[in-house]
């Protein structure tokens, strides 16, 4: 899959202490994103999931203070099938996940595609929306613009009413 970063103990990327994925890639063109590194579908590196896998487990076992992961981008429903596998590896070890996506749970939901549903399922939480600048907070933990939205358990709103559960 093709990755911009890892942070390894992130403490800014949700709560707690994060293991925290920023994939490359993203279409999203947000001006005055927080990561504009991230866009180019061709930058970062090509890195196996089994080596971030083993990875976060060796980072799992030596940090016992690690909480969850993190998986941001870029886009990260763009590589939404790789990121099932990583899904599935953190929720084996206990560690929660939280999953930044500029789609809407909405557009989410229409799009129908099976990868993206099944992450956003794995997720504790998902952090919905585009950055729009023009809505810039710096007063919420967690977003970036006051449009996102921070939705526990998203799989209860994949298949049912889209509210804003805050």
Not at 21 to 37: A, D, I, K, V
Not at 49 to 66: G, Q, T, Y
Not at 130 to 139: A, P, Q
């Amino acid at each position: 899959m093709r990755v911009n970063s890892i942070i390894r103990e992130s403490i800014v990327d949700g709560p707690g202490i994060r293991y925290a994925l920023f994939t490359q890639g993203c279409e999203h063109g947000c001006p005055r994103c927080h990561n504009p590194q991230t866009h180019d579908r061709e930058g970062g590196v090509e890195i196996a999931m089994r080596d971030i896998i083993a990875d976060l487990k060796n980072e799992a076992n030596e940090n016992p203070l690690l909480d969850g992961v993190t998986i941001s981008g870029g886009e990260p429903l763009l590589q939404a099938g790789s990121l099932v596998r990583f899904a599935d590896a953190a929720l084996s070890m206990g560690l929660g996940i939280w999953l930044y996506t500029g789609f809407t749970i909405e557009e989410i939901s229409s799009r129908g595609n099976p990868d993206e549903l099944s992450l956003v399922e794995r997720a504790d939480v998902l952090v919905d929306g585009r950055f729009e600048f023009g809505k810039r907070t710096l007063e919420s933990r967690f977003v970036g613009s006051t449009n996102q939205k921070i939705i526990e358990r998203p799989k209860l709103y994949i298949h049912g009413p889209h509210k804003n559960p805050r």
